[in-house]
Nanobody
């Protein structure tokens, strides 16, 4: 069982930055594949970024955030981070952290590939 708690959301003007954190419980955090998703009002949950567990260096980003968002993890702190730069109003959403195991490359972007989810943190970007 893994529990995920997101933090770091808030209100920011366009062009600003935020760093989201996702703290995980459990001793096997490093083995989990970790992802970030977001959901805007009236829209489906969409993939943002993911990083493979078990020491892998494979990162995966949605085209809409590539070059602006940076995903990282600190296994010693059981935490994954999402640094969000050059934020735009279309980035406004609830951001969710998710954890899964053995997710293949082609399934990283699918919410159903992840077993554990956090409660979400709101990010609002004003124009």
């Amino acid at each position: 069982q893994v529990q995920l708690v997101e933090s770091g959301g808030g209100f920011v003007q366009a062009g600003g930055s935020l760093r989201l954190s996702c703290a995980a419980s459990g001793r096997t955090f490093s083995s989990y594949d970790m992802g970030w998703f977001r959901q805007a009002p009236g829209k489906e949950r969409e993939f943002v970024a993911a990083i493979r567990g078990s020491g892998g260096n494979l990162y995966n980003y949605a085209d809409s955030v590539k070059g602006r968002f940076i995903l990282s993890r600190d296994n010693a702190k059981n935490t994954v981070y999402l640094q969000m730069n050059s934020l735009q109003p279309e980035d406004t959403a609830i951001y969710y952290c998710a954890a899964g195991s053995g997710i293949d490359y082609f399934s990283f972007r699918m919410p159903r590939s992840y077993k554990y989810w956090g409660q979400g943190t709101q990010v609002t970007v004003s124009s």
